[in-house]
C-alpha cells in the first residue's frame, strides 16, 4: 500500500521557534507538495518539488521553505513561527495522483 | 479570493436521502478531482475529470463535469452514514502539478 508519513500528529510551539515538519513517502515519486488547510479556505499550496533540491513557491510561501535533500523526504521549515501560522499541514506525494499523508495539527502559542 | 466556490459549506441530511454539492469557477480547468476527507486523515481521491460533459459514477456517487470545465457537480444517491465527511473538489490548469482547491462541503448523513 501507498504511504505518505508526516512525523508528528500534533505539535505545539511557541511563537518564535524554529518548526520542521516532515514528510516521507515511499512511492518514489518525483512531485511532493506542502499545503495548509484551514476552515473555510481549503487547502492552500505552500511549496512543491518537482525533483530533489528542486523546489517552486506555491500561493502562500510567506514565512515558509522547503528542502528536498532526498528524494523521499520533503520538509517544511517555519524560520520563525507565528501565531497565524496555527493550522492543519498536509504533506502529498504525486503519481498519478496526489496521496495525502494524515496531517499535522500545528498550535503555536 | 478561491478559485473554486463550492457550495453548500455544510449538509446535514438524513439517511437515505439524495444530494447534491456543487464546485464551480469562472476559469477553465484541464481536469478536476474530487476528494473525501475524514477527521483526523489527508483527502483520499475519488474521482477525476477531465473531459467537458464527461459523467462518471462510483456506485452511488455521481459526478459531472460541466461542459465548458469550469464546473463540476457530485450527487450521490441514498445517502449513507458512511458518507459523511469533507468533500473538497480540486482543478487542475496546465501545469498538472498545481492543483486548486475549493473550501469543502462538510456533509453529516444521520442515521
Known amino acids: 500500500d501507498v504511504k505518505v508519513t508526516q512525523s508528528s500528529r500534533y505539535l505545539v510551539k511557541r511563537t518564535g521557534e524554529k518548526v520542521f515538519l516532515e514528510c516521507v513517502q515511499d512511492?518514489?515519486?518525483?512531485?511532493m507538495f506542502w499545503y495548509r488547510q484551514d476552515p473555510g479556505l481549503g487547502l492552500r499550496l505552500i511549496y512543491f518539488s518537482y525533483d530533489v533540491k528542486m523546489k517552486e513557491k506555491g500561493d502562500i510561501p510567506e514565512g515558509y521553505s522547503v528542502s528536498r535533500e532526498k528524494k523521499e523526504r520533503f520538509s517544511l521549515i517555519l524560520e520563525s513561527a507565528s501565531t497565524n501560522q496555527t493550522s492543519m499541514y498536509l504533506c502529498a506525494s504525486k503519481g498519478l495522483k496526489l496521496f495525502f499523508g494524515s496531517g499535522t495539527q500545528l498550535s503555536v502559542l | 479570493t478561491q478559485l473554486l466556490e463550492q457550495s453548500p459549506q455544510f449538509l446535514s441530511i438524513q439517511e437515505g436521502e439524495n444530494l447534491t454539492v456543487y464546485c464551480n469557477s469562472s476559469s477553465v480547468f484541464s481536469s478536476l478531482q474530487w476528494y473525501r476527507q475524514e477527521p483526523g486523515e489527508g483527502p483520499v481521491l475519488l474521482v477525476t475529470v477531465v473531459t467537458g460533459g464527461e459523467v462518471k459514477k462510483l456506485k452511488r456517487l455521481t459526478f459531472q463535469f460541466g461542459d465548458a470545465r469550469k464546473d463540476s457537480s457530485l450527487h450521490i444517491t441514498a445517502a449513507q452514514p458512511g458518507d459523511t465527511g469533507l468533500y473538497l473538489c480540486a482543478g487542475a490548469k496546465d501545469n498538472f502539478n498545481k492543483f486548486y482547491f475549493g473550501s469543502g462541503t462538510k456533509l453529516n448523513v444521520k442515521p
Open positions: 512511492m518514489d515519486h518525483e512531485n
